[in-house]
């Protein structure tokens, strides 16, 4: 069963579509379930985000997780928006299935994919930050 937030996300998901030059793009996906997601990022001089959007071929869960993970880096700078979790996804939305947690795995990944394509670009290190995978399937999510 969803919870309301995640219905509410899927029926109306925030910040669809792409970016026009963006300052980083993410894409990852889960081969086992063939879920795609591709996040945009806009980010200033200051390195804070301003503004993030998806696009998700996916279940209702995927479509929901990019929706959310958007509205959570949303002006946060770059060392924020890699604080987000799974977890905080997840907890953002009020809990998903457990056969849907590799949707929060994959909104978490593709910001992090975003986050290093824009560190790429900028020619900058982002503490933290590892290169992306391309298929989240081999990855665990945060425990609860």
């Known amino acids: 069963m969803y919870s309301e937030k995640v219905m509410d996300h899927f029926q109306n998901p925030r910040n669809v579509g792409e970016l026009e030059?963006?300052?980083?793009?993410?894409?990852?996906?889960?081969?086992?379930?063939?879920?795609?997601?591709?996040?945009?990022?806009?980010?200033?001089?200051?390195?804070?985000?301003?503004?993030?959007?998806?696009?998700?071929?996916?279940c209702g869960a995927a479509v929901a997780t990019s929706s959310m993970a958007t509205e959570l880096v949303k002006g946060k700078t770059v060392e924020e928006a890699l604080e987000v979790?799974?977890?905080?996804?997840?907890?953002?939305?009020?809990?998903?299935?457990?056969?849907?947690?590799?949707?929060s795995?994959?909104?978490?990944?593709?910001?992090?994919?975003?986050?290093?394509?824009?560190?790429?670009?900028?020619?900058?290190t982002i503490p933290g930050l590892q290169p992306p995978v391309e298929d989240i399937e081999e990855l665990e999510p945060e425990e609860e």
């Open 21 to 58: 030059d963006p300052s980083g793009v993410g894409t990852v996906g889960n081969a086992k379930c063939g879920d795609i997601m591709r996040m945009y990022l806009d980010i200033d001089e200051q390195g804070v985000i301003q503004k993030a959007t998806f696009k998700t071929f996916g």
């Open 85 to 103: 979790t799974n977890r905080a996804v997840k907890e953002a939305l009020d809990g998903l299935p457990p056969v849907k947690v590799h949707c």
């Open 105 to 124: 795995l994959l909104a978490e990944e593709a910001i992090h994919a975003a986050l290093w394509d824009y560190a790429q670009k900028a020619g900058i």
